[in-house]
């Protein structure tokens, strides 16, 4: 089993910046790729970034990149979303998800592609 903790939200205003971490513990060798998704109110949830751990690709949804980089510290066990040039629209709850390497290492946008979940973290961007 993999457990996932989100942690660095917050308020800011737009323009500001914020990191998100989200600390994988547990089975943390049994899952290779991990994904930041986020969901707004009255959203679907939708794909933000991904990275495969043990070496580094990564992928964005087209509405960050630029403006948000993922990252990793494989000796802490963490994922990083550092998140730049923040808009009102990035409003909502932030999650990170782990895909177990059972389903192979490969970058994963899909949120049915991952297994197991955080329990998210709020970041609000004001106008």
């Known amino acids: 089993q993999v457990q996932l903790a989100e942690s660095g939200g917050g308020m800011v205003q737009a323009g500001g910046s914020l990191r998100l971490a989200c600390a994988v513990s547990?089975?943390?060798?049994?899952?290779?790729?991990v994904g930041w998704f986020r969901q707004a109110p009255g959203k679907e949830r939708e794909f933000v970034s991904t990275?495969?751990?043990?070496?580094?690709?990564?992928d964005y949804a087209d509405s960050v990149k630029g403006r948000f980089t993922i990252s990793r510290d494989n000796a802490k066990n963490t994922v990083y979303l550092e998140m730049n040039s923040l808009k009102p629209e990035d409003t909502a709850v932030y999650y990170c998800?782990?895909?177990?390497?059972?389903?192979?290492?490969?970058?994963?946008?899909?949120?049915?592609?991952?297994?197991?979940w955080g329990q998210g973290t709020q970041v609000t961007v004001s106008s």
């Open positions: 998800a782990a895909s177990s390497t059972l389903r192979g290492c490969v970058l994963k946008s899909r949120a049915h592609d991952y297994d197991f």
């Open positions: 547990g089975r943390s060798f049994s899952s290779c790729v």
């Open positions: 990275i495969i751990r043990n070496i580094g690709t990564r």
